[in-house]
Nanobody, 124 residues
Framework: QVQLQESGGGSVQAGKSLRLSCAAFGYILRSVSMGWFRQPPGKEREGVAVMLEDGTTTYADSVKGRFTISQDNAKNTLYLQMNSLKPEDTGMYYC??????????????????WGQGTQVTVAS
């Protein structure tokens, strides 16, 4: 059974950094496509960053140059390094995975496995 567990969220001032972690259980990280999604208050869940099984990465325009997705295969863990945080980055951040290569990497409908989420709050 595939399980994902996020951690690392918190409350920070604008301009600061956070690193989110997603520990994966039940499968080997490099055999799936994985990504980070977020849901701002009152809005729909949106794709932030994705790493496909071949290592290809895709980022939402709003986070390019500030966020970096990476993985540690030895620890079976996915990360999201978030720098220069802005208030508009506030939201619940979710880790997602799927065995199939997504046709649209940042489309939340392409992923069948989800974590419970970790809250990120950025104050101005």
């Amino acid at each position: 059974q595939v399980q994902l567990q996020e951690s690392g969220g918190g409350s920070v001032q604008a301009g600061k950094s956070l690193r989110l972690s997603c520990a994966a259980f039940g499968y080997i990280l490099r055999s799936v496509s994985m990504g980070w999604f977020r849901q701002p208050p009152g809005k729909e869940r949106e794709g932030v960053a994705v790493m496909l099984e071949d290592g290809t990465t895709t980022y939402a325009d709003s986070v390019k140059g500030r966020f970096t997705i990476s993985q540690d295969n030895a620890k079976n863990t996915l990360y999201l390094q978030m720098n220069s945080l802005k208030p508009e980055d506030t939201g619940m951040y979710y880790c997602a995975a799927d065995y199939a290569r997504p046709l649209r990497a940042l489309d939340r409908g392409q992923y069948n496995y989800w974590g419970q989420g970790t809250q990120v709050t950025v104050a101005s």
